[in-house]
């Protein structure tokens, strides 16, 4: 239990940061296209303002991802030993193919503006976030097989590849993915989407501020629309593969037709559920026909059921954030277009505060699918508490978690103060930097340095 | 040769590529108090491994998840077993990373991130040796491949002293980039520095090698017994006086960087061979439990795919890491070191 609950937390810590620094890679590479073809200094000031905040927490992603790989081996001995031969090779994958990448490129953000070429930085940027796309491909294949396993046999007794390509593309793979990155890039635009807004409350940097909430506002829509979309995709392979699950996301005690869709509710003490729902919604959503059958918890037996109350709240806290995302930002692009946003103050206020949001709702759909699928790690092979190490004590985990802990909490503070920081200096002045850039271009004056 | 032991040494050779580049910043770091007095001086350190080391971390990443997807039992019962020192590593890297990339947006708590580099480096530094140690002396452990022994039995005398020796391999490594990378008074320390933990190395490296040959005959036997062992003490040798032909030279530092580079390629060669095909042997216990590249590995398609990624995957990361090293190669002055 106690190892469940520093993975659970040093995720969720983990995945705070991941999708705002997949959505800030896009936004450096949005911000450099835009520099590389004009090459005035304000878009070159505006693109090294995303890549600050992006390399801010990037650092804090690395550093929480590498916990993660390890806590398999630390932690999770026996679901290593088990699991090794598939759910290793994406991780190995995703480091060769990948993390190279990206973090190579990312030290040419970091420090080659002045000693590679424009085209050159521009293609770093883009190769950092397909970097960070790819990444994202392997822990996904990876985490998507613990949903649907595939491709594989038991050897004595433990899980061995078959079929590389089937436990790639394993059935949940493709949704998951999308699902994931558009929930990220979602993320992304509402933290951008917040400091512009906040700048154009205080009439700061407003023509940076102005472009940049454009884009924000543009591409959040594209993808809080289309999420619905995607979402229903995979809520159709969910309910394929994983019918015990998408029974808790909605509490279907029984397999039965006309299957309710609950707006929201409360899982009671008896199993049953009180709230508001839409008759046969979860039916017609599914099979597009409200007699469709939806099975329910009850094909299982009791002890391979996950706890109804926390998959229910979080997959339903998810959902009503996503179409709140939606309004918001069609609400925000229409007032643009209305060239009335500016003076919208409340609803700049609105764009400030909702940052968080997404990352509440990513963290909540990872709630739901994780603790949808216990009592097993490995869907139908492999039960959670069998896969703990058999050696580290509990004492030991304690002491790790306390650990973990404080160092994430004060990482978290000292994040927090750097990248307001950054953003209450906002990007570079354009004089300034200019003058800058023609002292550092003179000769150093000899002896510097000593 | 068997799949699986090409795959003993490809895990070990980006475990070693690990040690030589991460090895440098993390030397660097622990130098880091001790060479750079001045505010000019400790952004030349930083900002000289600034736009690599996290590249050079993906190689402890890659060699993990290899070492989790070709020797499962391997990476379940080292990883367990070794907990809290993991664990230690693991905080280290964290607290590092964050001080790098914080340190300069924060002047305020300068003084905190500059104690969470220095520690950050040397805890990883010493608890790789530790680790290394123990795996080359035999651990106890069960049939399930479980350790048995405690979190004080980590810490005996001979992992102690590899630690120790690897501690001042690391730090050599690290000061002979910083005597590349600097210039002036830093340039100056940093060559100090590099002659002094040599030595201190060198007399280090005699001590573990006798007292592997008296106490871990296994490794020993193995090495002496092996021309790929012969191979590796040959080349030891020659790097290792390589390293001090160049650092009595003025201006050699890339040469006496080499050298300390190939030092470390020798000695995880070294203790490679004197291992294999046992990859953590077990001690005090039947020896049947030891885990073996054969006992210990994954399935056979999981090698095959793996190393058709390897293949498609570590020459061109090779290519690209070469090429960033290039467009950064020169003196960091304290002008030019920009975030």
């Known amino acids: 239990m106690l190892s469940r609950i520093q993975f659970a937390f040093t995720v969720g810590y983990h995945f705070i940061f991941v999708p705002i620094s997949i959505g800030l890679a896009l936004m450096v590479v949005f911000s450099e296209r835009r520099y590389f073809k004009s090459g005035i200094p304000a878009d070159k000031a505006a693109s090294n303002f995303w890549i600050k905040l992006f390399t801010t927490t990037f650092a804090i992603g690395v550093a929480t991802g590498l916990t993660m790989e390890f806590a398999f081996g630390t932690n999770w001995a026996d679901y290593s030993r088990f699991v090794g031969s598939i759910f290793g090779a994406p991780l190995a994958a995703e480091g060769l193919l990948a993390f190279f990448l990206e973090s190579t490129f990312l030290g040419v953000l970091l420090f080659g503006r002045k000693k590679v070429s424009k085209g050159f930085y521009y293609v770093s940027a883009w190769l950092v976030l397909i970097g960070a796309l790819l990444s994202a491909v392997w822990i996904l294949i990876a985490n998507s097989w613990q949903q649907t396993p595939a491709g594989y046999a038991i050897e004595d007794g433990r899980a061995i590849l078959t079929s590389f390509w089937a436990a790639a593309f394993n059935p949940s793979f493709a949704p998951r993915y999308v699902h994931t990155v558009v929930a990220c890039v979602i993320a992304g635009c509402f933290v951008v989407a917040s400091i512009c807004a906040w700048y154009l409350l205080k009439k700061r940097h407003v023509h940076f501020a102005r472009q940049a909430l454009v884009t924000a506002l543009v591409v959040g829509l594209l993808a809080s629309a289309a999420m619905p979309i995607i979402g229903h995709w995979h809520a159709l392979e969910v309910a394929k593969y994983q019918p015990v699950k998408m029974a808790a996301f909605e509490n279907l005690t029984t397999t039965r037709k006309n299957a309710p869709l609950y707006l929201f509710g409360w899982v009671n003490g008896d199993g049953g559920t009180t709230g508001v729902s839409i008759p046969s919604g979860l039916s017609l959503l599914l099979g597009l026909n409200p007699d469709h059958e939806v099975k329910g918890l009850d094909i299982v037996p009791p002890a391979d059921r996950p706890p109804e109350q926390l998959t229910f709240q979080s997959y339903h806290l998810m959902i009503a954030l996503s179409f709140l995302f939606i309004g918001v930002m069609l609400l925000a692009l229409i007032m643009h277009v209305l060239k009335r946003l500016e003076n919208a103050r409340w609803l700049l206020w609105l764009l400030v505060v909702c940052f968080p949001l997404p990352l509440i709702a990513i963290n909540m759909g990872w709630v739901a699918t994780e603790v949808g699928r216990q009592p097993w790690i490995v869907q139908g092979l492999l039960r959670t508490s069998d896969g703990v190490s058999p050696v580290v004590s509990a004492g030991e985990v304690w002491t790790t978690l306390g650990l973990f802990g404080l160092i994430y909490l004060v990482l978290f503070i000292a994040w927090l103060r750097i990248f307001l920081g950054i953003i209450r200096k906002g990007p570079e002045d354009v004089v300034e930097m200019l003058e800058a850039e023609r002292a550092s271009a003179q000769p150093a004056p000899a002896g510097a340095g000593r | ?339």
């Open chain 2, 1 to 339: 040769m068997s799949l699986e032991s090409i795959w003993f040494f490809l895990v070990a050779l980006l475990l070693t590529g690990y040690v030589v580049l991460d090895g440098f910043d993390l030397g660097a770091g622990v130098l880091y108090p001790f060479v750079a007095r001045t505010e000019d001086e400790k952004r030349v350190v930083r900002s000289s491994i600034g736009p690599v080391w996290d590249g050079n971390e993906v190689w402890l990443v890659a060699g993990g998840g290899a070492m989790f997807a070709a020797f499962p039992m391997v990476y379940a019962m080292t990883f367990s077993g070794f907990y809290l020192a993991i664990m230690l590593v693991l905080f280290g890297l964290i607290l590092r990373a964050v001080s790098l990339e914080f340190r300069h947006h924060d002047q305020s708590w300068s003084r905190v991130w500059d104690g969470a580099f220095f520690l950050g480096s040397l805890a990883p530094a010493i608890l790789v040796g530790c680790a290394l140690g123990n795996v080359i002396r035999g651990v106890p452990m069960d049939a399930n491949g479980d350790y048995t022994g405690t979190f004080l039995q980590l810490l005996n005398p001979y992992s102690l002293l590899v630690a120790v020796t690897g501690l001042f391999l690391i730090v050599t490594h690290g000061a002979a980039w910083l005597a590349l990378k600097s210039e002036g008074q830093l340039h100056a320390r940093a060559v100090q520095w590099r002659k002094i933990t040599f030595w201190i190395f060198a007399v280090l490296a005699v001590a573990t090698s006798a007292a592997t040959i008296l106490t871990v005959s296994r490794a020993s036997d193995n090495v002496l017994g092996r021309p790929l062992g012969w191979f590796f003490l040959v080349v030891l040798a020659l790097a290792l006086l390589y390293t001090i032909w160049q650092m009595t030279k003025e201006g050699a530092e890339l040469k006496s960087f080499l050298g300390s580079a190939l030092t470390i390629i020798a000695l995880a060669g070294i203790a490679a061979v004197g291992n294999y095909p046992e990859i953590v042997p077990a001690r005090g216990t039947p020896p049947d439990t030891s885990l073996t590249v054969t006992n210990s590995a994954s399935g056979r398609l999981t090698l095959q795919v793996m190393l058709v990624i390897a293949i498609i995957g570590l020459p061109p990361a090779l290519l690209y890491t070469a090429y960033v090293y290039r467009t950064f190669r020169g003196k960091v002055k304290a002008a030019d070191a920009e975030y």
